[in-house]
């Protein structure tokens, strides 16, 4: 294999997250660079809407007035011309208009300085005024048309006028036409400024609020309204502020007036800003969570390709200790079948052999039994009360045949009148066993062992030393995790399964105790059972 090939097979999770990572911060910079964009675009937009939100109220106020006045002052010429304008007094009692104060007619068809009347609603007919300011702004505002009827001009074209002169009379008129374009009457109303402050306006303005702000708070958005003399009628009007405003005149009547929309707590700058926090900091935590599950994807990655390693160490290591006593047991038997040995000491000392090597042979396959029930939560114990003693010295005699192989002395020191503890002694037999395996295999040139039993409080302690190779400070919190083997010189000459100690702190940890290590390279280890006492 190439040196790139290997270089990419040792370090293909990193340029995994590289590969990942680089395009992430590119969008990021895309991403920041279009907040950015926004941010600008935004505080026009939000500008635009303020003042389309005015737009829209002075369009629906204008609808209002014409489409009133189109169908109260729609009056045929017909009606002048044949002295019918009692009809329109019928008209105006069947379909009445809101927002007006006084609804009036000038007839330029019997006296050529005209003749004004108005609508009386109590009496619901038309009648000549007496004088009044009012009649005087009537005929005020008929005067250019009576100007016209006088010398006989062309009307031309009729359609909707205002005449706002007297700020007390705002009048909407319509000069009626006839076949012959010559002006024969007005017809007019004079608007209700009462109606128009208290009723129009407010209605107009809550109306349209929410469907151009639906997400804004109603404390975000003041709106006021000022009078052609700059008094406030609608809102507060002087209490401005430092946000931003937008103003504009009403169209079509009150012209003077003025519809005001404020933010007091930010402006469109102030606003696409926070906006763009928002998205920004929203952007920056979804890459944060983005890399939070990338790294965590490349530490369960990582985990995944150490454990795959780990149980390819396993497997053959487990090959290396099966073959191990079942060549032992080969060879002895063989020898044994074939009669070379006759001797019965010989015999005896070969079948002791055998029956090491098989129970060996069973201790490691009753480990890889035991994790496999452990692993999936089938392995189960029989706690009763028992003398760990007992347990311990059974176990070291079983152990006695391997350690004869291999020239160990183990010392037992155990105090006397030990009380008795809850434990399944097979289980515990079985944990000391491993403790005691792993010291002979560590022991190096070192060949004393010390099992020690005694109590500490109300725990009896179960600690194996041994004087060898030590375990490194930063290993030991590891080396009870499952396939784990310390990385030692004589980590290829030792062979091992990595299962002993992961058994022996569970076996712990079911009879509600724990294990501790004291270890220093070179000086050897102490494994420390600790089993509270039976009540």
Do not use: C
Request: proline share 4%; net charge neutral.
């Amino acid at each position: 294999m190439s040196r790139l090939g290997q270089f990419i097979k040792a370090h293909r999770l990193w340029l995994m997250f590289e590969a990942v990572l680089i395009p992430l911060v590119i969008l990021l910079g895309f991403q920041f660079v279009w907040l950015s964009r926004l941010e600008r675009v935004s505080a026009l937009a939000h500008r635009a809407a303020l003042s389309n939100y005015l737009e829209a109220v002075g369009t629906e106020v204008q609808y209002f007035y014409r489409s009133a006045a189109e169908r109260a002052l729609n009056v045929p010429a017909s009606m002048f011309t044949q002295g019918r304008l009692d009809k329109v007094a019928h008209q105006w009692k069947n379909k009445p208009v809101d927002g007006v104060r006084r609804l009036f007619l000038t007839d330029f068809t019997r006296d050529m300085f005209g003749n004004f009347m108005v609508y009386d609603e109590v009496k619901r007919t038309i009648e000549t005024p007496p004088a009044s300011d009012e009649s005087l702004a009537i005929i005020v505002a008929s005067s250019p048309w009576q100007m016209m009827r006088y010398r006989g001009a062309m009307g031309g074209a009729s359609g909707l006028l205002v005449d706002e002169r007297d700020s007390q009379y705002r009048m909407i008129l319509n000069p009626i036409i006839d076949d012959s374009s010559h002006v024969v009457g007005v017809a007019g109303m004079i608007l209700d400024e009462d109606f128009f402050r208290d009723d129009l306006l407010p209605g107009v303005l809550e109306r349209a609020l929410p469907s151009f702000f639906p997400e804004l708070p109603s404390h975000d958005l003041m709106v006021s309204v000022l009078d052609g003399s700059g008094k406030p009628v609608f809102g507060e009007g002087d209490r401005a502020g430092n946000g931003e405003m937008v103003t504009t005149h009403v169209p079509f009547v009150f012209t003077d007036w003025t519809l005001r929309l404020h933010s007091p707590r930010s402006g469109p700058e102030q606003w696409a800003r926070a906006s763009f926090a928002y998205n920004a900091t929203l952007s920056v935590l979804l890459a944060l969570v983005l890399l939070g599950g990338m790294v965590m994807a490349m530490r369960t990655a990582s985990r995944a390709v150490r454990l795959s390693e780990m149980k390819s160490d396993f497997v053959s290591n487990v090959s290396h200790e099966l073959r191990t006593p079942l060549a032992s047991i080969r060879v002895f038997a063989e020898l044994l079948s074939l009669g070379r040995v006759q001797e019965p000491d010989r015999v005896r000392e070969y079948g002791g052999y055998i029956d090491a090597e098989s129970r060996r042979l069973s201790r490691l396959i009753d480990n890889i039994l035991d994790f496999s029930r452990i692993e999936s939560g089938r392995k189960r114990y029989e706690l009763r009360p028992a003398d760990l003693r007992e347990t311990v010295e059974a176990t070291l005699k079983t152990f006695q045949v391997h350690l004869r192989q291999s020239g160990f002395n183990i010392a037992l020191e155990a105090g006397e009148g030990l009380p008795p503890v809850m434990i399944d002694p097979d289980a515990v037999g079985q944990a000391l066993h491993n403790l005691l395996d792993n010291a002979v295999k560590y022991s190096a040139d070192s060949r004393e062992i010390v099992v020690r039993l005694e109590r500490r409080g109300d725990d009896l302690v179960l600690s194996v030393q041994d004087h060898g190779v030590g375990i490194p400070r930063d290993e030991q919190a590891k080396i009870f995790d499952r396939f784990h083997r310390v990385s030692t010189s004589l980590l290829h000459e030792v062979k091992g399964s990595g299962l002993g100690l992961s058994i022996v702190r569970h076996i712990v940890e079911v009879h509600g105790g724990r294990i501790t290590v004291q270890s220093e390279p070179g000086r050897g280890s102490t494994f420390s059972i600790h089993l509270p006492v039976a009540s």
